[in-house]
């Protein structure tokens, strides 16, 4: 919205500007600051983020040197116009630099006491080191000696001038190396002259030697472009803004808005600034700083700086820069007035900052200042801290915290001493944080055996699909070769909360020879291996990891006390639940996983998937009977023995969810999931079952789908087969009775959940059942059982026909996994094909597996909530796909009103957060 109407501001505004003379004129491109100040720092669309923030901090009263910016109107100007400028700039441009001059008390192309000034890019958002920026402009032939003089040091004047020619004969004129094999020409000059002269060191040639190399620069400017380099001070610096404007749209800006979701229509300002120097002695330098540890929050100076060097020398890495630290002893008086600077900026920006300066002979000026990245961690322990010294409060806070980061605090991590020693072998992509460390296996098979015989696992694989879950299960971490950081392993490791290291290229797997190798190590299957899915890095051997110290107080192995980082979570948390509306809940099966989740902060189950317990230990083989049964009789005698294992399942759910709402969803997926495909075990199933072999082969072949995520599944089963409705029912209410009337009771609330509903005629038939069978188990241990009964919202039809199926349904549940999955007609294990295809061409902004797609699911949701509500006012809404974890949709689903998110039980203390943002972020 915003956008789009400053667009339509900046376009109405020029063609009135461009036709007006100047006087009539009310708008302006230009904006001062200096001892005139015409911006501030909410003024970031117009002026970009540096040249808004210049103006608050020269407003302040920090020392800024004075200049200009042109403002991001000028730029969209400049690319609607073929690359022109709206009529009045030059005149604008004129008279700003006559301030400058007049503050500086020096003149633009004077040969006396000559201005420089810097012309640098500045976006709205930073886009650190993509566009242009020169320094030193202002200089020729003439004002160049004029600075000699007035400094009374020509070396410093002939090496501003050198930098200046490289720069704008690089940026403005285009002389670079010809490709990406050759050198900076440039540079390479550079390089001659000092190996003629046989001096080693930048800082070893004099003045003389300068101006030798200026002269080489300017003979190699005309030759590559057939141009001299201009004298002009004016046509200087136009082909600097003009080269600045032009650089938002090079490749490299290009390609970083469109991994960050920056519009193109956005633009740059351009700033030009008088020009201080950081090169001018021993009394002077140039750094950048955090007023914060960006890495872990702490409350600590953090920084590096470089002596006798200007800006690009930093950056460049030619001399290595000293930390901040160091200041304090070699430029005292520097350092004591930057502590001040420190100070007063997190004062006013309320927020840490990282800021660039420079000291000209020992006076310090202020460059740029932003918002500083950080890491989750130091995300939660500054905003935590600045609350404490009442520099914001918890509201400002809480939005400050991205939702994710949370989980920095949750993760396992690796001893900090076992890390350093360890050997790291190679590098991939940071796709599951954490630490895991484990023997190797290479399939899914392999991670089981391992797993079973006690040992830790690493699965790696050159990629997962969905037939590798169970081995992911069984796994610590995984790492796979290739694969971007939504791939299947990305994905699924982030929904079990596993360690993931995915697209390693450097690392090769070699499955024949059941190797990995990578950094010139050879690794066999069940040798240790280490992955840190929080930096991406590979380790070979074992490393010792350590659970959050956040786990451990949860767990009870630690006191809260003696954790700091548990304290930040904490206060994090506390203050999320004072401020969300929506409730959290958790996909859990088993009761440990409840425990967990209950830990976390989850206020009831969202989503109990009853399958999951089907596959541990015996269970299978009754199951499999169950599956195999070709009758109802048959069908029930093996359900008879299925019984107990679901009763005492739930009751050992009810029991750890203390009176918390559990909803329990009847059986759902395809049954061939739960028949073995592999031919030995068929034999081993034929004779346990005491079967013939061949009766097995030919039910699972009448079993076979070909399309099974669209077939016999869901409420489709419990039709056909309605004994197993009646079982799963009959497991729930006997289990709350038997809890209900322990010796020590606990209250139950169970609410039973019908699967891939899609008419209503569905509901009723599977309602029946259930109403049925809790009558009898109510009536039998003559107790009252609190219980809803409601469906899957999951398929189109179920969404489009809400109204019909709410006058049954006592609550919607959205299975947005597979509501995303029929709504776009697309299968989430088979889109790996076209994903990355889709993801260039910008048709996904984000994985509609991932983050809910609002325009399309979003719009079927909306629908079912307001059509449902229609024939139940107190319908009870809530989700349970994979996106009830992902912080967009938690907002997506506070706005649409929904009761409850329930997502995976390490995502818990993340959709609180995200909950309490959402709710925040509508009060604005
Ligand atoms: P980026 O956005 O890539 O950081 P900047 O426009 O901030 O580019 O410029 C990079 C560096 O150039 C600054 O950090 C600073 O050291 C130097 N610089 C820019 N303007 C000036 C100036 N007016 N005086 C001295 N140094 C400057
Ligand atoms: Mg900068
Ligand atoms: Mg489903």
């Given at each position: 919205m915003k956008q789009s109407a400053m667009k339509a501001k900046a376009a109405t505004s020029s063609t009135k500007t461009s036709t007006t003379s100047k006087a009539s004129r009310s708008h302006t491109y230009v904006y001062n600051f200096g001892r005139q100040t015409d911006g501030n720092a909410s003024m970031r669309e117009l002026l970009g983020g540096k040249g808004a923030n210049l103006a608050e901090m020269a407003a302040i009263g920090l020392p800024v040197p004075p200049g200009f910016t042109i403002s991001t109107e000028v730029c969209t100007?400049?690319?609607?116009?073929?690359?022109?400028?709206?009529r009045a700039l030059a005149g604008d441009v004129k008279t700003a630099i006559g301030l400058v001059e007049a503050q500086m008390k020096k003149t633009f192309g004077g040969k006396d006491n000559p201005l420089l000034v810097s012309v640098r890019s500045g976006a709205r958002d930073s886009m650190p080191g993509m566009m242009d920026t020169i320094l030193n402009l202002g200089l020729n032939d003439v004002t160049v000696e004029g600075l000699a003089n007035i400094s009374g040091n020509p070396r410093f004047a002939w090496d501003c001038y050198r930098r200046f020619i490289q720069m704008y004969g690089d940026v403005v004129m285009g002389v670079q190396a010809a490709d990406e094999e050759s050198h900076d020409?440039?540079?390479?000059?550079?390089?001659?002259?000092?190996?003629?002269?046989?001096?080693?060191?930048?800082?070893?040639?004099?003045?003389?030697?300068l101006q030798a190399l200026v002269a080489q620069y300017k003979e190699l400017i005309r030759k590559r472009t057939g141009k001299a380099f201009p004298q002009d001070v004016y046509e200087q610096l136009w082909?600097?803004?003009?080269?600045?404007?032009?650089?938002?749209?090079?490749?490299?800006?290009?390609l970083y808005r469109q991994q960050y979701g920056i519009p193109a229509e956005w633009g740059t300002a351009v700033n030009v600034q008088a020009m201080v120097f950081g090169n001018a002695g021993d009394d002077s330098a140039t750094g950048v700083a955090f007023t914060r540890d960006p890495a872990n929050g702490e409350k600590s100076f953090y920084g590096e700086y470089l002596v006798n060097a200007q800006g690009e020398d930093v950056v460049a890495g030619v001399?290595?820069?000293?930390?901040?630290?160091?200041?304090?002893?070699?430029?005292?008086?520097?350092?004591?007035?930057?502590?001040?600077v420190r100070t007063k900026l997190e004062k006013h920006f309320k927020d840490m900052q990282d800021f660039e300066f420079t000291i000209e002979k020992g006076r310090l000026f202020m460059l740029q200042t932003r918002n500083g990245k950080r890491t989750g961690l130091a995300a939660i322990r500054i905003a935590v801290e600045m609350v404490k010294e009442k520099l914001m409060d918890q509201r400002t806070a809480l939005l400050k915290i991205p939702a994710e980061s949370v989980d920095s605090l949750l993760v396992p991590i690796f001893?900090?001493?076992?890390?350093?020693?360890?050997?790291?072998?190679?590098?991939?992509?940071?796709?599951?944080?954490?630490?895991a460390t484990g023997r190797i296996a290479f399939t899914a098979a392999a991670a089981e055996i391992e797993s079973r015989k006690g040992n830790k696992v690493v699965l790696c694989r050159t990629e997962t699909s969905p037939d590798d879950l169970k081995g992911m299960l069984y796994s610590q971490g995984i790492l796979t070769t290739r694969g971007g950081v939504s791939s299947h392993a990305a994905l699924v490791a982030r929904q079990l909360g596993k360690v993931c290291v995915c697209g390693a290229g450097e690392v090769t797997i070699n499955y024949e020879k059941r190797t990995l190798s990578a950094g010139g190590v050879v690794l066999q299957e069940g040798d240790y291996i280490s992955i840190n899915g929080t930096t991406?890095?590979?380790?070979?051997?074992?490393?010792?990891?350590?659970?959050?110290?956040?786990?451990?107080v949860l767990e009870g192995s630690m006191k809260p006390e003696k954790s700091y980082t548990y304290e930040l979570f904490q206060t994090v948390m506390e203050w999320s639940d004072k401020y969300r509306r929506l409730r959290i809940r958790t996909n859990a099966d088993t009761p440990a996983m409840a425990e967990t989740a209950v830990a976390y902060g989850a206020e009831g189950i969202g989503l109990c998937r009853t399958e999951h317990m089907f596959f541990e230990g015996d269970r299978i083989d009754y199951m499999r009977q169950m599956i195999l049964a070709v009758d109802q009789v048959q069908r029930q005698e093996a359900l008879k023995k299925l019984l107990p294992f679901q009763r005492k399942d739930f009751v050992g759910l009810f029991k750890a969810m203390a009176g918390r709402p559990v909803t329990i969803r009847l059986l759902d997926p395809p049954l061939h999931e739960f028949l073995p495909q592999d031919d030995a075990v068929r034999r081993q199933l034929a004779d346990k079952l005491g079967l013939p072999l061949e009766f097995v082969i030919e039910r699972i072949k009448a079993l076979h789908e070909e399309n099974p995520m669209l077939g016999c599944r869901g409420?489709?089963?419990g039709i056909l087969y309605p004994e197993i409705t009646e079982m799963q029912v009959r497991a729930v209410f006997e289990a709350a009775a038997a809890v209900m009337t322990a010796k020590n009771p606990v209250p139950v609330n169970p609410e039973i959940m019908i699967p891939l509903v899609g008419f209503k005629q569905e509901l009723a038939d599977q309602l029946a059942i259930v109403h049925r069978v809790a009558k009898e188990v109510m009536a039998k241990n003559s107790i009252e059982i609190d219980y809803i009964v409601g469906t899957m919202v999951e398929v189109p039809r179920a969404a489009i026909t809400a109204e019909e199926i709410a006058v049954q349904a006592q609550?919607?549940?959205?299975?947005?996994?597979?509501?995303?999955?029929?709504?776009?007609?697309?299968?989430?294990?088979?889109?790996?094909?076209?994903?990355?295809?889709?993801?260039?061409?910008?048709?996904?902004?984000?994985?509609?597996?991932?983050?809910?797609?609002?325009?399309?699911?979003?719009?079927?949701?909306?629908?079912?909530?307001?059509?449902?509500?229609?024939?139940?006012?107190?319908?009870?809404?809530?989700?349970?796909?994979?996106?009830?974890?992902?912080?967009?949709?938690?907002?997506?689903?506070h706005r649409l009103g929904l009761h409850y998110v329930s997502c995976s039980p390490p995502r818990v203390p993340i959709a609180r957060l995200a909950a309490a943002q959402a709710a925040l972020r509508e009060k604005k």
């Open positions: 100007y400049f690319y609607a116009h073929d690359r022109s400028y709206p020409p440039f540079h390479e000059l550079l390089d001659a002259l000092k190996k003629s002269l046989g001096k080693a060191q930048d800082s070893d040639l004099n003045a003389a030697d082909g600097a803004i003009g080269a600045v404007f032009g650089s938002w749209k090079n490749e490299r800006a290009i001399r290595t820069p000293k930390p901040i630290a160091a200041m304090e002893k070699e430029l005292p008086e520097s350092f004591a007035a930057l502590e001040k001893d900090t001493k076992s890390q350093k020693e360890a050997q790291m072998i190679g590098k991939g992509l940071p796709a599951g944080p954490g630490a991406g890095a590979i380790y070979k051997g074992l490393i010792e990891s350590a659970d959050s110290e956040v786990k451990r409420c489709r089963l609550f919607f549940s959205f299975g947005t996994n597979d509501l995303t999955q029929t709504t776009l007609g697309l299968s989430r294990d088979d889109m790996g094909l076209f994903y990355d295809e889709y993801q260039r061409k910008e048709i996904y902004n984000k994985n509609p597996f991932a983050s809910l797609d609002q325009t399309g699911v979003g719009k079927l949701m909306q629908f079912a909530v307001e059509n449902g509500r229609k024939s139940r006012p107190d319908l009870k809404l809530g989700i349970c796909g994979e996106h009830a974890g992902d912080p967009d949709s938690i907002e997506f689903c």
